[in-house]
């Protein structure tokens, strides 16, 4: 870092106040603060929009160090609302930066601190729950109380209908890389990059639809597969992304969700969902398969779960499903399978970058389960043909 030292403060909504540096932009920025365990891909994570209206506590000690790159961002901008840091470098240094991760979090407005004893303040989160916060610095600088004030009267992250703030404006298609073996419709509730990138790769041709679109319009692409992506905010907002996995349901169309969408298509089943205390955010959750046992290392980033126990079935409007992954650490449900209709979903991140890779080949799963009702779509038509 250069230049002279700027006083900055990170104010949460309970009283307590954090003192440190300013870095990236100078100013006033309000949102729920929450901690990111992982100790890399901060450029990922910065440009996530299942980050909006979050301040991200990073719990790694130095951040910086690889600068910022012109490949590696997860969406057009930076979506986080504020940024913590403890110790920021000074320069970076890696074949593939462009610039400083100061000289982007300025040019792009993030306001942030550094030399914050982040331990001690996800220690605090862990404790008391993630809370709506402020980062201050400048002359946005103000009073203890009167910093309090402007914090408790910001909104909650509970019932906040973040989606359509980050979906984008109008289709587009990413297009299949080789031989184009399948359409999927994704809804875009807050997609990252390399998602469509994930599916490309495996001869995917994929159209990413507003999270506006339509049953009619999404049906008009006759698509093979559809996608919810992740996303911000309370699931319980998305009144018609719900309604549009029921249709798709209803139709049998081959469905995968992942994050966001896991807990679209929960309600959609019929399952509640509730906010976490402080929510599951990094790269090194595991992850129980509860039919094979086996574990994977996952990426996360959600502050709402679903209802549910480890291995529980259900019977939904959609016939029996069941709970078919779960939090190691704390057994929040961690994904879901339907057994009458072609759908499943996920909590974490297959298309994780930086990784953990672990879950990579769920988007395998998500073509064996297309290529398996186009076989039975195939058949059916064989048969059909053999009655006439």
Not at 21 to 49: I, K
Not at 178 to 188: F, H, I, M, N, P
Not at 327 to 341: M, P, S
């Amino acid at each position: 870092m250069s230049g002279t030292r700027t006083p900055a403060a990170l104010v949460l909504e309970d009283g307590r106040i954090f003192r440190g540096a300013a870095y990236g932009a100078h100013g006033r920025t309000l949102g729920e603060v929450v901690f990111c365990t992982g100790m890399t891909g901060y450029q990922e994570t910065l440009t996530d929009p299942s980050y909006r209206r979050q301040i991200v506590v990073q719990t790694a000690p130095q951040i910086g160090n690889t600068g910022w790159n012109d490949e590696d961002d997860e969406s057009a901008r930076i979506w986080v609302a504020g940024y913590v840091v403890r110790d920021p470098a000074r320069t970076p240094s890696n074949w593939r930066s462009r610039r400083s991760l100061d000289d982007e979090l300025s040019k792009q407005g993030i306001v942030g601190i550094s030399d914050v004893d982040t331990r001690t303040l996800t220690r605090h989160i862990r404790e008391h729950g993630a809370m709506r916060a402020g980062v201050f610095s400048g002359d946005a600088l103000a009073g203890d109380d009167e910093m309090v004030a402007e914090v408790l009267a910001s909104p909650k992250m509970a019932g906040a209908d973040l989606a359509g703030e980050v979906t984008t404006a109008q289709p587009y298609v990413v297009p299949a890389i080789g031989e184009t073996r399948y359409r999927v419709a994704a809804l875009d509730l807050g997609i990252k990059s390399n998602t469509p990138r994930q599916m490309a790769k495996r001869g995917i041709e994929v159209h990413v639809l507003p999270a506006s679109t339509s049953v009619d319009d999404l049906l008009a692409l006759e698509p093979d597969g559809v996608f919810l992506s992740n996303g911000p905010g309370d699931p319980e907002t998305q009144t018609h992304a719900i309604e549009l996995t029921k249709a798709t349901l209803a139709r049998e169309v081959p469905l995968f969700g992942i994050c966001f969408g896991n807990q679209i298509l929960g309600r959609a089943l019929g399952l509640g969902t509730y906010k976490m205390r402080y929510g599951h955010r990094g790269i090194n959750i595991p992850v129980l398969d509860a039919e094979t046992g086996r574990v994977a290392i996952t990426a996360q980033n959600h502050g709402f779960a679903l209802e549910g126990e480890p291995g529980q079935r259900f019977e939904s409007p959609f016939g029996t499903a069941r709970v078919s992954h779960h939090c190691a650490n704390d057994g929040t449900v961690e994904g879901l399978r339907c057994e009458d209709v072609p759908a499943f979903s996920v909590q974490y991140h297959p298309e994780a970058a930086a990784g953990p890779h672990d879950a990579n080949p769920l988007f395998d799963d998500f073509v064996n389960l297309m290529e398996a009702r186009g076989r039975s779509g195939r058949a059916a038509g064989t048969a059909q043909e053999g009655r006439k």
